[in-house]
Antibody, heavy 120, light 107 residues
Protein backbone atom coordinates (compact mmCIF):
# COMPACT_ATOMS: atom_id res chain seq x y z
CA UNK A 1 0.00 0.00 0.00
CA UNK A 2 1.33 3.40 -0.98
CA UNK A 3 1.79 5.69 2.00
CA UNK A 4 3.03 9.26 2.25
CA UNK A 5 3.46 10.70 5.74
CA UNK A 6 4.37 14.34 6.24
CA UNK A 7 5.96 15.76 9.36
CA UNK A 8 7.72 18.88 10.54
CA UNK A 9 4.89 21.38 10.55
CA UNK A 10 4.27 23.76 13.41
CA UNK A 11 4.18 27.37 14.56
CA UNK A 12 6.98 29.64 13.38
CA UNK A 13 7.52 33.39 13.51
CA UNK A 14 7.63 35.51 10.36
CA UNK A 15 11.11 35.37 8.88
CA UNK A 16 11.74 32.00 10.44
CA UNK A 17 12.53 28.63 8.90
CA UNK A 18 11.02 25.17 8.93
CA UNK A 19 11.85 21.88 7.26
CA UNK A 20 9.09 19.54 6.21
CA UNK A 21 9.63 15.85 5.57
CA UNK A 22 7.59 13.26 3.73
CA UNK A 23 8.25 9.57 4.35
CA UNK A 24 7.23 7.34 1.46
CA UNK A 25 6.52 3.62 1.49
CA UNK A 26 4.77 0.97 -0.56
CA UNK A 27 6.30 1.90 -3.92
CA UNK A 28 9.68 2.41 -5.59
CA UNK A 29 10.24 5.97 -4.44
CA UNK A 30 13.26 6.53 -6.68
CA UNK A 31 11.13 6.01 -9.79
CA UNK A 32 8.67 8.85 -9.26
CA UNK A 33 8.65 12.62 -9.36
CA UNK A 34 7.32 14.14 -6.17
CA UNK A 35 5.58 17.37 -5.33
CA UNK A 36 4.56 19.68 -2.52
CA UNK A 37 1.11 21.25 -2.64
CA UNK A 38 -0.31 23.61 -0.03
CA UNK A 39 -3.72 24.80 1.01
CA UNK A 40 -4.24 27.93 3.07
CA UNK A 41 -7.11 27.77 5.58
CA UNK A 42 -10.41 27.86 3.70
CA UNK A 43 -8.68 28.33 0.36
CA UNK A 44 -7.90 26.26 -2.73
CA UNK A 45 -4.95 24.12 -3.66
CA UNK A 46 -1.65 25.71 -4.66
CA UNK A 47 1.17 23.73 -6.23
CA UNK A 48 4.45 24.65 -4.52
CA UNK A 49 7.30 22.63 -5.96
CA UNK A 50 8.26 19.48 -7.82
CA UNK A 51 11.37 17.33 -8.08
CA UNK A 52 12.10 14.63 -10.61
CA UNK A 53 13.00 11.09 -9.63
CA UNK A 54 16.76 11.67 -9.74
CA UNK A 55 16.58 15.31 -8.62
CA UNK A 56 17.68 16.43 -12.08
CA UNK A 57 14.68 18.70 -12.57
CA UNK A 58 13.31 21.00 -9.90
CA UNK A 59 10.55 23.57 -10.26
CA UNK A 60 8.99 26.14 -7.94
CA UNK A 61 5.92 28.32 -7.90
CA UNK A 62 6.79 32.01 -8.18
CA UNK A 63 5.34 32.57 -4.72
CA UNK A 64 8.09 30.50 -3.05
CA UNK A 65 11.00 30.75 -5.48
CA UNK A 66 14.18 31.81 -3.72
CA UNK A 67 12.78 31.01 -0.28
CA UNK A 68 11.89 27.30 -0.43
CA UNK A 69 14.11 24.39 -1.44
CA UNK A 70 12.83 20.95 -2.38
CA UNK A 71 15.06 17.91 -2.07
CA UNK A 72 14.87 14.16 -1.77
CA UNK A 73 16.89 11.25 -0.46
CA UNK A 74 16.06 8.16 -2.47
CA UNK A 75 18.07 5.95 -0.12
CA UNK A 76 15.80 7.04 2.72
CA UNK A 77 12.59 7.16 0.66
CA UNK A 78 12.11 10.72 1.81
CA UNK A 79 11.09 14.07 0.36
CA UNK A 80 11.89 17.40 1.99
CA UNK A 81 10.90 21.04 1.80
CA UNK A 82 13.19 23.60 3.41
CA UNK A 83 11.22 26.77 3.98
CA UNK A 84 13.08 29.99 4.78
CA UNK A 85 12.02 33.61 5.19
CA UNK A 86 8.53 32.46 6.05
CA UNK A 87 5.63 34.88 5.72
CA UNK A 88 2.12 34.92 7.12
CA UNK A 89 0.82 34.00 3.66
CA UNK A 90 2.77 30.73 3.82
CA UNK A 91 0.38 29.52 6.52
CA UNK A 92 -1.22 26.39 5.09
CA UNK A 93 -1.54 22.65 5.21
CA UNK A 94 1.33 21.25 3.18
CA UNK A 95 0.79 18.00 1.32
CA UNK A 96 3.35 15.83 -0.38
CA UNK A 97 2.03 14.13 -3.49
CA UNK A 98 3.35 11.55 -5.89
CA UNK A 99 3.22 12.32 -9.57
CA UNK A 100 1.81 9.32 -11.36
CA UNK A 101 3.35 7.45 -14.27
CA UNK A 102 4.22 9.42 -17.42
CA UNK A 103 0.84 9.08 -19.10
CA UNK A 104 -1.03 9.96 -15.91
CA UNK A 105 0.57 13.35 -15.26
CA UNK A 106 -1.56 13.76 -12.19
CA UNK A 107 -0.91 13.42 -8.48
CA UNK A 108 -2.14 9.93 -7.74
CA UNK A 109 -1.21 9.61 -4.06
CA UNK A 110 -1.23 12.27 -1.33
CA UNK A 111 -0.19 12.41 2.27
CA UNK A 112 -2.49 13.57 5.05
CA UNK A 113 -0.81 16.96 5.25
CA UNK A 114 1.09 18.90 7.89
CA UNK A 115 0.02 22.34 9.13
CA UNK A 116 2.44 25.24 9.01
CA UNK A 117 1.41 28.38 10.87
CA UNK A 118 3.44 31.55 10.45
CA UNK A 119 2.53 34.03 13.14
CA UNK A 120 4.16 36.25 15.72
CA UNK B 1 2.39 30.75 -16.43
CA UNK B 2 -0.80 28.94 -17.33
CA UNK B 3 -3.86 30.15 -15.43
CA UNK B 4 -6.88 27.96 -14.75
CA UNK B 5 -10.45 29.06 -14.20
CA UNK B 6 -13.47 27.00 -13.16
CA UNK B 7 -17.19 27.56 -13.35
CA UNK B 8 -19.37 27.62 -11.49
CA UNK B 9 -17.61 28.36 -8.21
CA UNK B 10 -20.36 26.48 -6.43
CA UNK B 11 -23.39 24.42 -7.37
CA UNK B 12 -26.29 23.14 -5.33
CA UNK B 13 -27.65 19.82 -6.50
CA UNK B 14 -29.74 16.89 -5.39
CA UNK B 15 -28.93 13.20 -5.26
CA UNK B 16 -29.43 11.77 -8.73
CA UNK B 17 -28.75 15.05 -10.54
CA UNK B 18 -26.33 15.36 -13.42
CA UNK B 19 -23.62 17.88 -12.57
CA UNK B 20 -21.19 19.46 -15.01
CA UNK B 21 -18.17 21.55 -14.03
CA UNK B 22 -16.14 23.53 -16.55
CA UNK B 23 -12.44 24.30 -16.46
CA UNK B 24 -10.62 26.64 -18.82
CA UNK B 25 -6.88 27.08 -19.36
CA UNK B 26 -5.33 30.41 -20.35
CA UNK B 27 -3.48 28.67 -23.16
CA UNK B 28 -3.67 25.32 -24.88
CA UNK B 29 -2.66 22.36 -22.74
CA UNK B 30 -3.53 19.54 -25.14
CA UNK B 31 -5.17 16.88 -22.95
CA UNK B 32 -2.93 17.37 -19.94
CA UNK B 33 -5.65 18.04 -17.42
CA UNK B 34 -6.50 16.28 -14.17
CA UNK B 35 -9.53 16.49 -11.89
CA UNK B 36 -9.50 16.03 -8.12
CA UNK B 37 -12.14 15.64 -5.45
CA UNK B 38 -11.53 16.98 -1.95
CA UNK B 39 -13.69 16.51 1.11
CA UNK B 40 -13.30 18.71 4.22
CA UNK B 41 -10.23 17.87 6.26
CA UNK B 42 -9.02 15.31 3.73
CA UNK B 43 -6.34 15.20 1.07
CA UNK B 44 -7.43 15.56 -2.55
CA UNK B 45 -8.18 12.43 -4.55
CA UNK B 46 -7.33 12.02 -8.22
CA UNK B 47 -10.44 11.28 -10.29
CA UNK B 48 -9.51 11.90 -13.91
CA UNK B 49 -6.19 12.27 -15.70
CA UNK B 50 -5.28 13.13 -19.28
CA UNK B 51 -8.63 14.92 -19.51
CA UNK B 52 -10.77 11.81 -19.88
CA UNK B 53 -9.05 8.79 -18.31
CA UNK B 54 -10.67 7.46 -15.17
CA UNK B 55 -8.27 6.80 -12.31
CA UNK B 56 -8.38 3.25 -10.98
CA UNK B 57 -11.12 2.72 -8.41
CA UNK B 58 -13.11 5.83 -9.33
CA UNK B 59 -16.80 5.19 -10.07
CA UNK B 60 -17.85 5.34 -13.71
CA UNK B 61 -20.41 8.07 -13.00
CA UNK B 62 -17.43 10.44 -13.18
CA UNK B 63 -16.27 11.38 -16.67
CA UNK B 64 -14.08 14.03 -18.21
CA UNK B 65 -13.81 15.54 -21.64
CA UNK B 66 -12.13 18.31 -23.56
CA UNK B 67 -8.81 19.31 -25.03
CA UNK B 68 -6.91 22.49 -25.77
CA UNK B 69 -8.32 25.09 -23.42
CA UNK B 70 -11.81 23.89 -22.47
CA UNK B 71 -12.60 20.90 -20.28
CA UNK B 72 -15.54 19.46 -18.39
CA UNK B 73 -16.05 17.10 -15.48
CA UNK B 74 -19.45 15.39 -15.40
CA UNK B 75 -21.04 13.45 -12.58
CA UNK B 76 -23.84 11.55 -14.27
CA UNK B 77 -25.91 10.79 -11.19
CA UNK B 78 -24.83 12.58 -8.03
CA UNK B 79 -24.44 10.36 -4.97
CA UNK B 80 -24.35 11.44 -1.31
CA UNK B 81 -20.61 10.79 -1.12
CA UNK B 82 -19.97 13.13 -4.08
CA UNK B 83 -20.67 16.32 -2.15
CA UNK B 84 -17.22 17.85 -2.10
CA UNK B 85 -15.01 20.43 -3.78
CA UNK B 86 -13.60 19.66 -7.22
CA UNK B 87 -10.38 21.06 -8.65
CA UNK B 88 -8.90 20.92 -12.11
CA UNK B 89 -5.14 20.97 -12.61
CA UNK B 90 -3.11 21.56 -15.72
CA UNK B 91 -0.23 19.16 -16.25
CA UNK B 92 1.05 20.50 -19.56
CA UNK B 93 3.64 22.72 -17.97
CA UNK B 94 5.92 21.53 -15.22
CA UNK B 95 4.68 24.53 -13.27
CA UNK B 96 1.49 22.76 -12.33
CA UNK B 97 -1.52 25.00 -11.71
CA UNK B 98 -4.82 24.26 -10.01
CA UNK B 99 -8.13 25.85 -10.72
CA UNK B 100 -9.89 27.73 -7.89
CA UNK B 101 -12.30 24.89 -7.18
CA UNK B 102 -16.02 24.16 -7.49
CA UNK B 103 -17.98 23.28 -4.39
CA UNK B 104 -20.84 20.85 -4.90
CA UNK B 105 -23.28 20.99 -2.03
CA UNK B 106 -26.70 19.68 -1.18
CA UNK B 107 -29.71 21.50 -2.55
Amino acid sequence: EVQLVESGGGLVKPGGSLRLSCAASGFTFSSYSMNWVRQAPGKGLEWVSSISSSSSYIYYADSVKGRFTISRDNAKNSLYLQMNSLRAEDTAVYYCAREGPVMVRGFDYWGQGTLVTVSS
Amino acid sequence: DIQMTQSPSSVSASVGDRVTITCRASQGISSWLAWYQQKPGKAPKLLIYAASSLQSGVPSRFSGSGSGTDFTLTISSLQPEDFATYYCQQANSFLFTFGPGTKVDIK
